[in-house]
């Protein structure tokens, strides 16, 4: 999955459990220019903090990785 797609889908499941980016870098330990750079899809998610992410979001890995599910 290419970067801007899993920024997305990142950014859309924090706002669909109401988390502000600060919020969700706060939660997950990053830093928040680290989550905006995801979210834009400027910044390719390591596995360490797409587990972090969807840790606190209470998603799948693959729920987040994945736009068929």
């Given at each position: 999955m290419?970067?801007?797609?899993l920024?997305?889908?990142v950014r859309?499941?924090?706002k669909l459990?109401?988390?502000?980016?600060?919020?969700?870098a706060?939660?997950?330990?990053?830093?928040l220019?680290?989550?905006?750079?995801?979210?834009?899809?400027?910044?390719?998610l390591?596995?360490?903090?797409l587990?972090?992410?969807?840790?606190?979001?209470e998603?799948s890995?693959q729920?987040l990785a994945?736009p068929t599910?």
């Amino acid at each position: 999955m290419d970067n801007k797609r899993l920024g997305r889908r990142v950014r859309a499941f924090r706002k669909l459990k109401g988390y502000t980016q600060q919020e969700l870098a706060d939660r997950t330990g990053i830093s928040l220019a680290v989550l905006g750079a995801v979210e834009r899809g400027n910044r390719r998610l390591e596995d360490q903090i797409l587990n972090k992410i969807a840790s606190v979001l209470e998603v799948s890995t693959q729920e987040l990785a994945d736009p068929t599910i």
